[in-house]
């Protein structure tokens, strides 16, 4: 069994394709992610290092409770547990995907001092109107007071909090756009993040995990591309009210990881 050397956490402002993200890379045979494994933990507050630490344990990380997540161990893997647990043996990263741990970046450096996070970066003229779809969706849970107003001031909060972070995370950040992964150069950008992550993106011991992986990159391209017209009053609110010179310094961060042509 390898002893773990490295944790891997996936956030963003909510619709930014942190799911997505996380699916895709629990593709590779090095790579066991949670989605919001913990994120009723998170929200309370109430961990310590050691605490943290310990929920990453095989035995404890697989042992889904109502007191960790609303999200079950088949929606978390796909359906594929079993292959989780047997990943999980010699996984080079194990860790989680939940939104708002962008909030807790200086408590990830201090728990775990090799961890790498991948910080989902998109337009937030579309994540308002993410925010917008679900709240105007009566079948949705999504809470109505979660509007386009609402989006741009976490969008706002979430480029403040990894902004403040770059010095002290260095190369553990990396910072990818949306449109990148899942519109305009989908395999590349993938391939880049494997690559900064030190693993090999034709690596084998999965099988057809690169298949899988490319697959779910296709379904996310296509619901990315699709209904992209954003109402006048959207667009008129983020323009006037999000931090765009801070979005374009981290546009600029999320080039210079992205692999040239």
Not at 99 to 128: K, Q
Not at 218 to 243: F, K, L, Q
């Amino acid at each position: 069994m390898t002893e773990f050397r490295d944790y891997l956490f996936v956030c963003g402002t909510p619709r930014s394709g942190t799911t997505a993200m996380a699916r895709t890379l629990n593709c590779h045979p090095d790579i066991v992610i949670g989605i919001e494994r913990f994120k009723r933990r998170y929200s309370k507050g109430e961990l310590d290092d050691a605490g943290f630490r310990a929920l990453f344990r095989k035995d404890r990380f697989f042992d889904f409770s109502t007191d960790d997540t609303n999200v079950s161990a088949e929606t978390t893997f796909d359906k594929k547990v079993l292959l989780a647990k047997k990943k999980y043996d010699n996984a080079i990263y194990v860790g989680d995907k939940c939104p708002h741990l962008y909030r807790r970046l200086r408590f990830l450096r201090r728990t775990f001092l090799a961890c790498r996070v991948v910080f989902m970066l998109r337009d937030p003229v579309h994540v308002a109107r993410s925010w917008q779809i679900r709240a105007d969706n009566p079948c949705d849970r999504w809470r109505n007071a979660n509007d386009y107003k609402a989006a741009v001031k976490e969008w706002n909060a979430s480029i403040r909090h990894v902004t403040t972070s770059i010095e002290m995370l260095r190369d553990d950040l990396m910072i990818v756009n949306y449109e990148d992964l899942f519109v305009r150069r989908p395999e590349a950008t993938i391939t880049a993040v494997l690559s900064r992550l030190h693993l090999d993106p034709a690596a084998h011991g999965t099988d057809d995990w690169r298949s899988s992986m490319m697959s779910f990159l296709s379904e996310s391209r296509a619901i990315a591309a699709s209904g992209r017209h954003v109402p006048d009053e959207v667009t008129d609110y983020v323009e006037r009210n999000a931090d765009f010179k801070a979005y374009e310094e981290l546009t600029r961060l999320a080039d210079a990881h992205r692999p040239r042509a």
